[in-house]
């Protein structure tokens, strides 16, 4: 079983509308939890870390359960520079310094 | 200001053609890593140094190789590529410390990456 499991979409949506999707992870140790948002042919860049209460950052919410151990992300009046690969990537405070990535949801908003 | 610098950004190589792709890094992090991402794939970890030390990933094949001379510079050397090494290769850095008998990282931040063909 992967680490990190992703829904690989595409989800295509149109301008405006709210999109949502899940990541769930297998070791419930895992501790520190990540929105990577990657476009074409770029770097993975940071969207937002998930706290254990939730958080939103602008039109960005992030959730955690770590009862059923999976992170969501929403995403609210989609713009069209919204249109990338969303990675779910999860940390466990151990003896490493490593995290586990998600394949990436690809996420398409059309005018 | 770039924070994490790859070069090259394209690199096309022979297949069997000894390949180094390089990193560095102004953020003074204490730990670099080395990710190989394929198409629609996430990053694979190749590879990463806590300061000076090396710490290879398990499933990393012996064709890679990695040296950090310095706390700011890190090298991916790939001895004999083949067509399978084809991919992008994202060099990233973060701040790890330790704390209450835990090591804690804070944020990764990538570079650019470099994407590697191999004829």
């Known amino acids: 079983r992967k680490e990190v499991e992703q829904d690989p979409g595409p989800f295509n949506v149109p301008e405006g509308a709210t999109v949502a999707f899940n990541c769930t992870y297998s070791?419930?140790?895992?501790?520190?939890f990540f929105w990577y948002r990657q476009d074409c042919r770029k770097e993975p860049k940071l969207l937002m870390s998930v706290y254990s209460s939730g958080n939103e950052d602008g039109r960005f919410t992030a959730q955690l359960n770590r009862a059923s151990q999976y992170i969501s992300l929403l995403i609210r009046d989609s713009k069209l520079s919204d249109s990338a690969t969303y990675l779910c990537v999860v940390n466990s405070y151990s003896n490493d310094y490593k995290l586990s990535f998600g394949a990436g949801t690809t996420v398409t908003v059309r005018a | 200001d770039a924070m994490v610098i790859q070069n090259p950004r394209y690199q096309v190589t022979q297949f069997g053609k000894p390949v180094t792709l390089s990193c560095s890094q102004t953020?003074?992090?204490?730990?670099m890593y080395w990710y190989q991402q394929k198409s629609s794939q996430a990053p694979k970890l190749l590879f990463h140094?806590?300061?000076?030390?090396?710490?290879n990933e398990a499933d990393t094949p012996d064709n890679f190789q990695s040296r950090r001379p310095n706390t700011s510079f890190c090298f991916l050397d790939i001895r004999s590529p083949g067509l399978g090494d084809a991919a992008m290769y994202l060099c990233?850095?973060?701040?790890?410390?330790?704390?209450?008998?835990?090591?804690?990282?804070?944020?990764?931040?990538f570079g650019p990456g470099t994407r590697l063909l191999v004829l």
């Open positions: 140094y806590y300061d000076k030390d090396f710490n």
């Open positions: 953020l003074n992090h204490n730990v």
């Open positions: 070791n419930s140790a895992s501790q520190s």
């Open positions: 990233a850095t973060s701040f790890s410390f330790l704390a209450s008998g835990a090591n804690y990282q804070e944020t990764q931040y």
